[in-house]
């Protein structure tokens, strides 16, 4: 089942549910309960990705059986009979055959390489199939004349000898990876109620299971409302699931409710979309059946997926290397530029070069971004407090000029490169205290900081559009969130590269707001 579009839900959210006084996006610090503190208080390591880390196995075993297949025929095959290009094709042809059929028997689960017996044996038994396979595909083709008995013997054991090697070093780091708790998929239920205690009772009764449950929200503080689910810890109401999600790591987070409540699901799903976690339905009480197709699975447990977190996987690979390889050669290309604006700054008014501001940056976390300093230094707004206007008498000459052109921003190219705070291209990172009149950004705008799924950038698509410099009324901050929104659902590094070719002539052509 696709997940649904983040504004559609939003949406269908609003007119499903009367609307509240004050906005559900309103984000201020909340105290958390005693329970939920512990679960920030835990050390908690970085993710990796299962997918990618599949993915890379499957990329080592190819070079692997590559490498030993070529070695044998260079060191054995052809100092007796001289070059034969069907050796080179057939080693290939053998390496990804292998790397088909280790797929078709689940080696790539990482969950399995956990394990000893079962991947060894599964292992074994596809490496053998492939070279019988060979070997009848050899003899009934009519070349196996040609090819050397010593070397297919030596390839198919030696083979074999490196995949069991990598099996063992990757079974050793995928240990200490889940001990560290990388690899888990650190989870909190909605619903502590029998249907979370069975959902929760469900996920523990996994083996080899990567779901950490964290504990159980509920809002009902009725007899319904257990402390405890299944051992799980109560840790507060619905909305303390956006405070703990920005002090702590949280990769899901699963609806024990059923689907026949949905007024209530979806209120709560207009306060938990801004986070960049994985959103789903639980379906395991539900007597209405979907198409087993509609349904992701947690091991056994059926699931309905309602949003996805954004950019993840190899997709946030891609993006890592589109960042430093071409931020790094952006960098290059601008330090002459950068070397005379920063004269320029300091021939024009006594202070720094650079100015440093708090902005936020990927799920609220608050960064430090640079840009060279277009203020007089006593004048210096580190908080962004009063918004830049036109003829602003706190703007150098040099000043009006590179932030016009958007020069200004150059250092934030260290931030990518070096930091990696900000991302090339994404959501522009705005001033943890910047104001529409007198209201704070996320008070103004609906769903303001659902653009901050993902990292921000140095340029965009609202920038590219025409949506930068001075915000003076409402229209100017919904554009940004808007095309910000659109460009976080519809991310690819195609995306980037377009925004990113068109950054330049849009800082001529549009820049009519910056000042």
Not at 19 to 43: G, I, M, S, Y
Not at 301 to 310: G, M, S
Not at 350 to 360: D, S
Request: charged residues 25%; aromatic residues 10%.
């Amino acid at each position: 089942m696709e997940p649904l579009n983040a504004r559609s839900m939003l949406d269908a959210a609003t007119s499903a549910a009367a609307r509240p006084a004050e906005t559900t996006f309103v984000e201020r610090r909340r105290r958390l309960t005693p329970a939920a503190l512990e679960v920030v208080n835990q050390k908690v390591a970085r993710a990796y990705s299962p997918i990618v880390i599949a993915g890379i196995v499957r990329a080592i075993d190819f070079a692997l059986l590559s490498l030993v297949g070529i070695a044998l025929y260079v060191g054995y095959v052809m100092p007796l009979c001289g070059f034969n290009w069907a050796y080179p094709a057939e080693i290939i042809a053998v390496a990804v055959a292998a790397v088909v059929c280790f797929q078709a028997a689940d080696i790539y689960e990482v969950q399995l390489f956990r394990g000893q017996l079962r991947q060894m044996t599964r292992m074994i038994s596809s490496w053998s199939f492939v070279f019988l396979l060979f070997i009848g595909i050899s003899f009934f083709a009519k070349f196996g004349s040609d090819m050397s008995r010593l070397w297919l013997a030596a390839f198919y054991v030696l083979g074999l000898a490196a995949l069991t090697s990598e099996r063992l070093v990757l079974r050793s780091l995928v240990r200490n990876w889940a001990r560290q708790g990388r690899l888990d998929r650190r989870t909190i239920i909605v619903g502590s109620d029998s249907n979370g205690e069975e959902l929760v009772e469900a996920l523990k009764a996994q083996q080899d299971s990567d779901i950490h449950v964290l504990g159980v929200f509920d809002d009902r503080n009725d007899s319904r409302a257990l402390d405890t689910c299944a051992g799980a810890p109560k840790l507060g109401k619905v909305d303390d699931i956006v405070e703990l999600a920005r002090r702590t790591r949280v990769d899901l987070v699963l609806f024990a409710l059923p689907i026949s409540a949905e007024t209530r699901i979806l209120e709560m799903l207009k306060k938990l979309w801004v986070l960049p976690v994985d959103i789903r339905l639980s379906a395991h009480t539900n007597k209405l059946r979907f198409r087993p197709r509609s349904y992701s699975y947690l091991g056994e447990v059926p699931t309905l997926d309602v949003f996805e977190a954004p950019i993840t996987d190899w997709d946030l690979v891609m993006k890592w290397l589109f960042d430093r390889l071409v931020g790094g050669l952006a960098l290059l290309a601008a330090l002459p530029v950068m070397a005379l604006v920063a004269l320029a700054v300091k021939l024009d008014s006594p202070g720094p070069v650079l100015f440093r501001q708090k902005r936020f940056g990927f799920n609220n976390e608050r960064i430090d971004v640079y840009k060279f300093r277009s203020m007089y230094h006593h004048q210096a707004d580190p908080t962004a407090a009063k918004v830049v206007t036109k003829n602003d008498p706190r703007v150098t000459r040099v000043g009006r000029f590179i932030r016009k052109t958007s020069l200004d921003e150059l250092p934030q190219l260290f931030n990518v490169v070096f930091s990696g705070n900000l991302s090339l291209v994404g959501p522009r990172p705005h001033a943890v205290q910047g104001k529409l009149q007198s209201r704070l950004f996320d008070e103004a705008v609906d769903g303001y900081f659902a653009r901050h799924r993902v990292k921000p950038g140095i340029t965009g698509w609202a920038q590219i559009n025409g949506w930068r410099g001075e915000i003076d009324n409402e229209e100017k901050i919904q554009k940004r969130v808007e095309f910000d929104l659109y460009y976080i659902e519809n991310w690819s590094v195609l995306f980037d590269l377009v925004i990113l070719l068109k950054t330049p002539l849009s800082l001529l052509t549009k820049n009519e707001n910056a000042y």
